[in-house]
């Protein structure tokens, strides 16, 4: 087996400009690890910024989606783009976010049956079809959302969230990107 986290050459942190390394050692700091993927986009510094800076537009923000359910959109079509390090890095996410050590196994291999809300399972179904058929998206949609209390803003940051990963599941998955294997024991129980 490689061991490489990537088949491009990886980033040392210490050599990253100065704000791209305070804000990995902040995640190394709550972490207790540098997550692989800052060290294999960290190849390419600018890009890994506008990475960096456009996640945290979407993931750190007040919204009518909890930190939990962003995961989930995380997981869920992560898990239909089958990348494997989004899986294990936002599934150990999600199980923090939620509390719950089972939940990001049930939304990552079958959403429909997880042990989640209906409103829950049409965000994600609104996300995956926002991931492989986005053209087909129609007021219906809306209306659905709507009826599950989702504003046209959680709407929009569904399908952003969706496409954002979109993009990450397909620089990872070409770049051979592996998980940290902390990730895949983080959160699997709790008392």
Same mark, same amino acid.
């Given at each position: ?19 791209? =390394?305070? =804000? ?11 997550? #692989? ?5 960290g190849h390419r510094p ?5 990475? *960096? ?5 979407? *993931? ?11 995961e989930m959109i995380i ?34 291999? #079958? ?7 209906? =409103? ?7 996300? *995956? ?14 209306? &659905?959302? &709507? ?23 397909? *620089? ?20």
């Amino acid at each position: 087996m490689n061991n490489a986290i990537s088949r491009y050459p990886t980033a040392d942190v210490m050599q990253l400009p100065e704000d791209l =390394r305070d =804000r990995i050692l902040v995640v190394q700091e709550k972490a207790g690890f540098v997550p #692989n993927v800052f060290l294999a986009l960290g190849h390419r510094p600018l890009e890994l910024r506008a990475f *960096m800076d456009y996640h945290d537009a979407l *993931m750190e923000k007040d919204s009518g989606l909890s930190q939990a359910e962003r995961e989930m959109i995380i997981v869920a079509t992560s898990n239909s783009n089958e990348c494997l390090y989004c899986v294990v890095a936002h599934g150990a996410i999600l199980r923090i976010r939620a509390k719950n050590g089972v939940l990001a196994d049930q939304v990552a291999v #079958n959403y429909r049956k997880a042990d989640i809300s209906e =409103r829950q399972k049409a965000m994600l179904e609104f996300a *995956m079809k926002t991931a492989h058929a986005a053209q087909t998206t129609s007021e219906q949609d809306f209306v &659905h959302l &709507h009826e599950h209390g989702f504003s046209d803003e959680d709407i929009w940051d569904i399908a952003a969230i969706t496409a954002f990963f979109g993009l990450s599941n397909r *620089m990872v998955n070409f770049a051979s990107i592996q998980p940290n294997v902390e990730f895949y024991n983080m959160a699997r129980s709790w008392d």
